[in-house]
């Protein structure tokens, strides 16, 4: 999955109702915080936090503030697991619940249902972390994302080899185009053999060197073409 994939996939997850609002949930926790099934069973409704009229989740020791489409499944997934526990009299702080009361999805079951979305799960975490600014530390990556110090280095690294080498490619192309050919209208003055002054534009190639067109005067360029 590439990058654009990856977003047109975020975007059907980010506007199609028919599809569960959990499932959409998870799988744009996948696609846009690189989060894996695991991580995603284990969230808790307390995981997810409004302060100042912004809507956060933490996945790791620094909550990440989620934009308005995003927070609004969020805060929605939240109100219904809250309405089940009361209506179900279960303490389950889980925000995607299992098939067995008080316990979590599985990891197993959460990966199929976000491959039911048509999400490869290790193509699209490793393009979530690819997309990572090349400029962030790694250790605000690793803690912003809950994930280990050595990975969020590694992904680091590599996120600033492809720009740099994106750089690289387009500098290159720009290098080796050959430069457009000008025409520069520099008007000589030319004196006829009948004594009248005319004036010739002038054209430069791209190699520098003047073309004054044919060099036998009074032939036509038809004739002088034939001639040679």
Same mark, same amino acid.
């Given at each position: 999955?590439?990058? %654009?994939?990856?977003?047109?996939?975020?975007?059907?997850?980010?506007?199609?109702? @028919?599809?569960?609002?959990?499932?959409?949930?998870?799988?744009?926790?996948?696609?846009?915080?690189?989060?894996?099934?695991?991580?995603?069973?284990?969230? @808790?409704?307390?995981?997810?936090?409004?302060?100042?009229? $912004?809507?956060?989740?933490?996945?790791? $020791?620094?909550?990440?503030?989620?934009?308005?489409?995003?927070?609004?499944?969020?805060?929605?997934?939240? $109100?219904?697991? !809250?309405?089940?526990?009361?209506?179900? !009299?279960?303490?389950?702080?889980?925000?995607?619940?299992?098939?067995?009361?008080?316990?979590?999805?599985?990891?197993?079951?959460?990966? %199929?249902?976000?491959?039911?979305?048509?999400?490869?799960?290790?193509?699209? #975490?490793?393009?979530?972390?690819?997309?990572?600014?090349?400029?962030?530390? *790694? *250790?605000?990556?690793?803690?912003?994302?809950?994930?280990?110090? @050595?990975?969020?280095?590694?992904?680091? #690294?590599?996120? *600033?080899?492809?720009?740099?080498?994106?750089? *690289? %490619?387009?500098? !290159?192309? @720009?290098?080796?185009?050959? /430069?457009?050919?000008?025409?520069?209208?520099?008007?000589?003055?030319?004196?006829?053999?009948?004594?009248?002054?005319?004036?010739?534009?002038?054209?430069?190639?791209?190699?520098?060197? /003047?073309?004054?067109?044919?060099?036998?005067?009074?032939? /036509?360029?038809?004739?002088?073409?034939?001639?040679?």
């Amino acid at each position: 999955m590439d990058d %654009e994939a990856r977003w047109t996939t975020a975007r059907r997850l980010l506007h199609d109702d @028919t599809l569960k609002p959990e499932s959409r949930l998870a799988g744009l926790l996948l696609l846009l915080y690189a989060q894996w099934p695991a991580a995603i069973s284990r969230l @808790t409704v307390d995981h997810i936090e409004e302060t100042g009229g $912004a809507v956060r989740i933490r996945l790791g $020791a620094v909550p990440v503030e989620l934009p308005a489409p995003v927070a609004e499944l969020a805060f929605h997934q939240v $109100a219904v697991r !809250r309405s089940h526990t009361v209506l179900g !009299r279960t303490d389950s702080p889980w925000l995607f619940s299992g098939g067995q009361p008080g316990r979590p999805i599985s990891a197993w079951a959460m990966g %199929e249902r976000l491959r039911k979305l048509g999400i490869r799960l290790a193509e699209a #975490r490793s393009t979530a972390l690819s997309g990572s600014p090349p400029n962030c530390p *790694a *250790a605000v990556l690793a803690r912003t994302l809950g994930i280990d110090i @050595t990975v969020a280095v590694t992904w680091q #690294r590599a996120a *600033a080899e492809d720009w740099a080498a994106y750089a *690289a %490619e387009v500098s !290159r192309r @720009t290098s080796s185009q050959p /430069p457009i050919y000008e025409q520069e209208h520099r008007h000589e003055t030319r004196r006829s053999p009948r004594g009248h002054y005319r004036s010739r534009p002038r054209f430069r190639t791209h190699l520098g060197h /003047p073309s004054r067109g044919p060099r036998r005067r009074g032939l /036509p360029l038809r004739a002088h073409s034939r001639r040679r």
